[in-house]
């Protein structure tokens, strides 16, 4: 009890360490009676006053003895004999000796379990409360209730409130992508452009051949930061819920196709045999065609970025056990450990530095193509031997499929 009250007396309060939402904020003071008092001049003054329901006993030390409830009494003395055997009597013979006591720092809510335990035809008993183990007042019971409800009725405000506003942030953060990386493609399409227009020397030479050079690798560089912008734009947006699908009749294998001719130029720098193979014909799907192809397109990227020269990646398209389209991106390449898996499908995961030394690329390819396989309401699956190769399955459901 001293460790809470020191809680309460050092941080700033809040609903919950507020002394408003503690049993001594719901106790009434009630003149106790003395030990020694008679039942029958206790009993003559619950009869007379109707205020005091419960009454407790106390000690000279201020120490809780009992509780004396008045019903109780009151129907006791209406019992044959109980007035003559119990009139001289101290009340201690026939107070309640075990009343429940709880301290004056106890939240509020930790009492609900008293009203919850409360069985049927028992008396919803009042409570003793004690500050430093002294006799403080009664926290009745219906004072207990009100403050309980009053405590769910504000939590339910606060959840409300807290839901509101994690909403309010998620929509400020996407809108601020949105803007942010509209802010910044502007400026970025007049370097990537006008790199190239000078790279490509198209207005005349450039006095010295470097500046070809840096010409160039301004224009490669921001190629590579306008992909990273509209990656993390894609990601933003699915993590928002705010991705929308522009469907139309795609044809799968046509995608690979497109896919593996755009990969050919880099596949041939790294030596890697790109082709695609139909295993089983695919009818036309609904889908996005723009995002199927950003699908084949990372898939295959990785394949042939994570493949050594000699080895080879093919993209497969078939059907799958589901009766949906299944696309197929398999290299002979380095694979992932087991371990890196969960971590290379979080945005910006990579596996470790020691099983893969090559680490251009942000993290953001495959995490995109869950998002966007599964807003087609399919799925993504990747396999890995390390040294061995990779496998990366997706799935689009076969509702998909035009008949
Ligand atoms: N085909 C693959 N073979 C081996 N490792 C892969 C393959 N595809 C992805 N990875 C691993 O998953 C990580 C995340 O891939 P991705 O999300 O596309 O990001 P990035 O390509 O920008 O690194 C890669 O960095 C790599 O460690
Ligand atoms: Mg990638």
Do not use: D, K, Q
């Given at each position: 009890m001293l460790g809470e009250r020191e809680v309460a007396a050092t941080s700033a309060p809040t609903p919950e360490q507020d002394?408003?939402?503690?049993a001594g904020a719901i106790a009434d003071f009630v003149t106790p009676f003395d030990p020694a008092a008679a039942c029958g001049h206790v009993f003559d003054e619950l009869v007379d006053d109707e205020t005091r329901v419960a009454v407790p006993v106390i000690g000279q030390d201020g120490r809780v003895l009992g509780l004396v409830e008045r019903h109780k009494l009151i129907l006791q003395f209406a019992k044959r004999f109980v007035r003559e055997l119990f009139e001289k009597r101290p009340i201690t013979f026939m107070m309640d000796r075990s009343p429940p006591v709880v301290d004056a720092w106890t939240p509020v809510e930790r009492l609900s379990d008293h009203v919850a335990n409360a069985r049927a035809n028992d008396q919803l008993g009042d409570l003793v409360v004690t500050r430093d183990g002294q006799y403080l007042g009664v926290a009745s019971a219906l004072s207990l209730l009100k403050r309980l409800h009053e405590l769910s009725d504000r939590r339910l405000v606060e959840a409300t409130e807290a839901r509101a506003e994690a909403e309010r942030a998620n929509l400020a953060k996407s809108e601020l992508l949105a803007n942010m990386s509209h802010e910044l493609r502007t400026p970025l399409n007049a370097i990537i452009g006008f790199s190239e227009v000078m790279r490509d020397e198209l207005f005349g030479q450039l006095g010295n051949p470097r500046y070809r050079d840096y010409a160039g690798d301004i224009n490669y560089s921001g190629g590579l930061l306008l992909d990273l912008i509209n990656d993390i734009l894609d990601l933003s947006k699915a993590e928002a819920g705010r991705l929308e699908l522009v469907d139309e009749v795609v044809d799968l294998e046509e995608c690979a196709r497109v896919g593996t001719r755009l990969m050919r130029e880099r596949a041939a720098r790294a030596r890697v045999a790109l082709d695609h193979r139909s295993l089983a014909r695919v009818p036309p799907l609904r889908a996005d065609r723009r995002r199927l192809q950003q699908i084949v397109l990372n898939l295959l990227s990785n394949a042939i970025k994570f493949t050594p020269p000699g080895g080879s990646v093919v993209a497969f398209t078939t059907r799958a056990p589901n009766g949906g389209a299944r696309l197929i991106v398999e290299d002979t390449g380095i694979g992932i450990a087991a371990e890196d898996i969960p971590r290379v499908l979080q945005p910006f995961g990579q596996a470790s530095i020691v099983s893969q030394p090559q680490r251009e690329g942000t993290g953001l390819g495959l995490p995109i193509v869950v998002k966007l396989a599964r807003a087609h309401g399919g799925d993504m699956k990747l396999i890995s031997t390390p040294g061995f190769g990779t496998t990366v399955m997706v799935d689009l459901p076969p509702h998909r499929l035009v008949a």
């Open positions: 002394a408003y939402w503690r």
